[in-house]
């Protein structure tokens, strides 16, 4: 079995597929829909609305890019507040014609810069997780990659959470612990297990309610069984009143460390 | 009961980090004050204007009217959810270091005459960090003022989410998320006051969701650790860099209000919202508030 901090290692390997290829996989004919229509476009966060098995939804996706210019440009998929504030527009968008949200979550966190606190990063991030705990329409969030703390959860409140086997979610990251506790990042490894931070960990807590296997199979065929997954929650999700999507949904949070 | 009797029964005296009687010293301008002079000036530094971190009891003496605070949930402390390394030991020492069980304090109280609930956050208690106990503290209280038609006003401060408990801290951001959104919907009036310092996962949370925010002058408010921007980005900070006038300079907090004069514009606030049969301010707003120290 992998250890804790193989399996951050491997969330975070280039090769690793990112938002797109998911999108790619999964959606077709995909419209991306661009701005925040407050200050700008954040390349680190894709959103759009397309089709899945002919039912419209409306998908958000962290990007790392591919060349280094482009991950440059993309800021490695750590989204910017103008990034949530894309997402946010796009979910209310999608709320207003009854489409579900697809959210898929992978980078390292929330975009740290001086711009990004000037522009209210927190403020972002507070915003969404207010909103989507009211969006009346049912949202699936995806751990595909890493799952960077504040960051990651502002696309991830909502009625099923899923995560792929070698992605991790986490409070903070493994080098960030160590650091603090130990005065020394390169306990990353100690750390990474101290934070039970894997996909199963996160399943035993009940964080998350679906973990998709990895091992020994093809990228294809994993995002062949993310879709299939995605399409069964949203016709179980999609059957329920939105009074009681919305109880579900607040239950769901409201009983962890209750 | 006075400040000092809520103080002494709420503190074994053999706590020696437990914020005493004794005089205290500014870390500013090194002035060292008697501690019932610093009680009276709202624990400002008489000689430079420093804000000394108030402890959560102090804070609470400080705003609310005497004898209306009654506190919720004061029992619950937190368990060890995640069996992380020394956490126990840490929770041991935090407690001694702070008299309190937890980083927040919980209750129902009075401000001049308005009925609300209050949480105060203490950042003697693991830099005031949210654990499971610190948000279900927080949600159980915005679920009672959504039931009872209460105003909520907190005091912030904190280092974010707890690391100790891994994700499950992380979630609590998402679970009071949830209990701010419902006290809002029910029309409920959340008056969060921002104080130094409110950092991380907080102010990605509920210190940004108040229907009107204030700030403590100068307090530190900010979602990145500011050397953790200098050592990722390479850029000098600028002056006054996530302090609260950044903040409203920026347009992310409605005002800043100075300690002493804090509790009235709470006051005023509240009355202003309340619904119109309930009694109005007597007194002219102006003839309350003190005269701005400078």
Redesign the interface.
């Known amino acids: 079995m992998a250890t804790a901090y193989e399996r951050v290692q491997a969330a975070r390997s280039g090769k690793r597929p990112s938002g797109g290829y998911y999108i790619d996989r999964m959606v077709d004919g995909f419209v991306e829909l661009h701005g925040d229509r407050r200050y700008g476009d954040d390349p680190a966060i894709i959103g759009g609305i397309g089709w899945m098995n002919g039912q419209a939804v409306t998908v958000i996706a962290m990007e790392r890019g591919d060349s280094i210019e482009d991950r440059m440009r993309r800021h490695f998929g750590c989204p910017s507040p103008e990034g949530y504030r894309k997402a946010l527009r796009l979910m209310k968008l999608s709320e207003k014609f009854g489409r579900p949200i697809i959210c898929l979550i992978g980078s390292s966190g929330a975009y740290c810069g001086i711009q990004a606190e000037q522009r209210g990063q927190g403020e972002a991030i507070a915003e969404n997780l207010f909103e989507m705990m009211g969006l009346r329409v049912p949202i699936i969030s995806v751990v595909i990659g890493e799952g960077g703390s504040g960051g990651a959860l502002a696309l991830g409140v909502c009625d099923t959470a899923i995560m792929l086997e070698n992605s991790v979610y986490s409070v903070i990251s493994p080098e960030g612990c160590a650091s603090i506790l130990w005065k020394d990042a390169s306990k990353a490894p100690e750390a990474a297990e101290a934070l039970h931070l894997t996909s199963y960990d996160l399943h035993k807590f009940g964080v998350v309610e679906h973990v998709i296997k990895e091992q020994n199979r093809t990228e294809k065929e994993i995002g062949a069984e993310l879709k299939q997954l995605i399409l069964d929650e949203l016709a179980q999700k999609s059957a329920m009143s939105v009074d009681a999507l919305l109880a579900a949904r607040y239950q769901k949070f409201r009983s962890i460390g209750a | 009961m006075s400040l000092k009797d809520t103080i002494s029964s709420i503190l074994p005296h053999s706590t020696p980090a437990a914020p005493a009687q004794e005089p205290r010293t500014c870390k500013q301008c090194g002035t060292t004050t008697a501690y019932e002079e610093l009680r009276k000036n709202h624990m400002i530094c008489p000689s430079c204007g420093a804000y000394y971190r108030m402890h959560a009891w102090e804070r609470i003496a400080d705003i609310l009217d005497e004898g209306s605070f009654t506190e919720l949930d004061k029992a619950m402390q937190s368990s060890d959810?995640?069996s992380?390394?020394n956490y126990p030991q840490k929770l041991a020492q935090a407690k001694q270091a702070s008299g309190l069980q937890e980083a927040v304090v919980c209750g129902i109280g009075k401000i001049e005459g308005v009925r609300c609930a209050v949480f105060v956050m203490d950042s003697a208690f693991m830099m005031g960090s949210m654990?499971?106990?610190v948000?279900?503290k927080i949600?159980r209280l915005f679920e009672k003022a959504t039931a009872q038609k209460l105003p909520v006003v907190g005091f912030l401060t904190s280092g974010g989410?707890?690391?100790q408990?891994?994700?499950?801290?992380?979630?609590?951001?998402?679970?009071v998320?949830?209990?701010?959104?419902?006290h809002?919907?029910n029309g409920g009036l959340y008056l969060p006051v921002l104080t130094d310092p409110t950092t991380?996962?907080i102010?990605?949370?509920?210190?940004?969701?108040g229907d009107i925010i204030l700030a403590e002058p100068h307090a530190l408010?900010?979602?990145?650790g500011q050397r953790?921007?200098e050592q990722?980005?390479g850029?000098k900070?600028?002056q006054g860099?996530?302090r609260a006038e950044f903040l409203l300079e920026?347009?992310?907090v409605d005002l800043i209000e100075e300690r002493p004069r804090l509790r009235f514009m709470l006051a005023n606030l509240l009355k202003l919202h309340q619904k119109p049969e309930t009694p109005k301010m007597t007194k002219p707003f102006r003839s309350l508030m003190p005269e701005r120290r400078r």
């Open positions: 959810p995640i992380f390394p654990g499971t106990i948000g279900e949600t989410a707890r690391m408990e891994g994700i499950l801290s992380l979630m609590q951001m998402a679970k998320s949830g209990a701010v959104r419902k809002s919907d991380g996962g102010t990605a949370s509920f210190a940004m969701q408010i900010g979602f990145a953790v921007i990722t980005t850029e900070l600028p860099f996530q920026h347009g992310f």
